[in-house]
């Protein structure tokens, strides 16, 4: 399990893992890229947990945030048109360092669990009204402490 040690590791340059998994705390299903697309727009849902490389993203510092880079296809998690909209679902889109791409992790406890907040939104990423549905699209919605926001960071 990553924790705030491994974060911070990884801001000062230190050694990165392969990747990371971001685990939703309410559902224990894990942020995927469906059905391992390499396309542009494609949806990034939570899934069952397996590991696989569109479950792994690399997280790559900028300006204190971070994008986060999938394995499987090399682009990156992004709120669509820099929207402001709240229930906004996002996607993989190339990476292109737009702010709509920059995510910061907000540290909810001491075990490795975060909030990922949009940069250019303010929003945290969240699977909507706390679904438990395998495929359910992740979005941005105002920031509120529900556990549908709160991503567990695993090391991998």
């Not at 995927?32 to 059905?35: A, H, I, K, Q, R």
């Not at 999938?70 to 682009?75: F, V």
């Not at 820099?82 to 229930?87: A, D, E, I, N, R």
């Not at 992790?105 to 075990?111: G, I, S, T, W």
């Given at each position: 399990?990553?924790n705030i040690?491994v974060?911070?590791?990884?801001?000062?340059g230190?050694?990165a893992?392969?990747?990371?998994?971001?685990?939703a705390?309410?559902?224990?299903?894990?942020l995927?890229?469906?059905?391992a697309?390499a396309?542009?727009?494609a949806a990034?849902?939570q899934?069952?947990?397996h590991?696989h490389s569109?479950?792994?993203w690399?997280?790559e510092p900028?300006d204190?945030?971070?994008?986060?880079r999938?394995?499987?296809?090399?682009?990156c998690?992004?709120?669509?048109a820099?929207?402001?909209?709240?229930?906004t679902a996002v996607?993989?889109?190339?990476?292109?360092?737009g702010a709509?791409?920059?995510?910061r992790?907000?540290?909810?406890?001491?075990?490795g669990?975060?909030r990922?907040?949009?940069r250019?939104s303010?929003q945290?990423?969240?699977?909507?009204?706390?679904?438990q549905?395998?495929?359910?699209?992740?979005?941005q919605w105002?920031?509120?402490g529900?556990?549908?926001?709160?991503?567990?960071?695993?090391?991998y």
């Open positions: 399990m990553v040690i974060v911070l590791l990884l801001a000062q230190g050694p893992p392969i990747g990371i998994q971001l685990q705390q309410h559902s224990a299903q894990c995927d890229v469906s059905g697309s396309a542009d727009g990034v849902v899934w069952a947990c590991g569109n479950q792994l690399r997280a900028v204190g945030h971070w994008m986060l999938s394995l499987i296809s090399g682009k998690l992004e709120v669509p820099w929207s402001m909209t709240l229930g996607m993989q889109w190339t990476c292109n360092g709509n791409q920059h995510w992790f907000e540290a909810v406890d001491d075990f669990t975060y990922l907040i949009a250019h303010g945290c990423l969240e699977v909507p009204a706390w679904s549905q395998g495929g359910a699209q992740a979005g105002m920031c509120n529900g556990l549908n926001q709160h991503w567990r960071v695993i090391e």
